[in-house]
């Protein structure tokens, strides 16, 4: 499985930026995508995942809207609309993922990086103030 993320680079305070992390390999249609960030010196954090059978799930404990998290299977897409961004949103964003997720919902299974299976290399935002 590959994935590869676009659409990062450099904004201002209060600007948005639209990721992409284009998926391919895998061979069923049931796999989670999830986001996760790094900024500088700080622990890897979970953004937001989804897949077909949990829907959409927001990690972080942020307002509503803020950051939206969808799909294009017909593409093997999944896209990460930011809006509002500050600089505490700087880092590295990276796709990952996993297939076959457990029927019962879990939020770990979207919002821990130790279940994912399969990680991108990373995209680099910059919100500048």
């Known amino acids: 499985v590959q994935l590869v993320e676009s659409g990062g680079g450099s904004v201002q305070t209060g600007g948005s930026l639209r990721l992409s992390c284009a998926a391919s390999?895998?061979?069923?249609?049931?796999?989670?995508i999830a986001w996760f960030r790094q900024a500088p010196g700080k622990d890897r954090e979970a953004v937001a995942g989804?897949?077909?059978?949990?829907?959409?799930?927001y990690c972080l404990d942020i307002p509503p809207g803020q950051h939206r998290i969808t799909n294009d299977s017909a593409q093997n897409t999944a896209y990460l609309q930011m809006s509002n961004l500050r600089p505490e949103d700087s880092g590295v964003y990276y796709c990952?993922?996993?297939?076959?997720?457990?029927?019962?919902?879990?939020?770990?299974?979207?919002?821990?990086?130790?279940?994912?299976?399969?990680w991108g290399k990373g995209i680099r935002v910059t919100v500048s103030s």
């Open positions: 390999g895998h061979t069923t249609k049931d796999y989670v």
């Open positions: 990952a993922s996993y297939a076959n997720p457990p029927r019962f919902y879990r939020k770990t299974y979207y919002c821990d990086d130790s279940v994912m299976k399969y």
């Open positions: 989804l897949s077909g059978r949990h829907g959409h799930i």
